[in-house]
């Protein structure tokens, strides 16, 4: 079945980076769009960005544009996002989605989601 697994979450401090990574079963990888959907306590979801299928266009929430890179290994099976100058606005749980085209998700409907991981950024 398709399973998408999230790893790299954390407690870190402001201004501090990290780097989450999100490997991918059960679906033919390389021809998906992918992509980061992050949700903070008691609010929406919202996009952070999202890569097409070749890794070599991706698109990012104007907040974090600059400060967050996406990328992908498509012979890993596996979605990056590379977080730099974190901000305690940052702190949320992030998703990793993968869908066939990149607008199902920038509108937060993807075909799969994965169980998410928590970052959590103090002052």
């Known amino acids: 079945q398709v399973q998408l697994v999230e790893s790299g979450g954390g407690l870190v401090q402001a201004g501090d980076s990290l780097r989450l990574s999100c490997t991918a079963s059960?679906?033919?990888?390389?021809?998906?769009?992918m992509g980061w959907v992050r949700q903070a306590s008691g609010k929406e979801r919202e996009l952070v960005g999202a890569t097409i299928k070749s890794g070599a266009s991706t698109y990012y929430e104007d907040s974090v544009k600059g400060r967050f890179t996406i990328s992908r290994d498509n012979a890993k099976n596996t979605v990056y996002l590379q977080m730099s100058s974190l901000k305690p606005e940052d702190t949320a749980v992030y998703y990793c989605?993968?869908?066939?085209?990149?607008?199902?998700?920038?509108?937060?409907?993807?075909?799969?989601w994965g169980q998410g991981t928590q970052v959590t950024v103090s002052s």
């Open positions: 989605a993968a869908a066939k085209s990149l607008h199902s998700i920038v509108i937060l409907s993807p075909d799969y």
């Open positions: 059960g679906y033919p990888f390389s021809t998906y769009a």
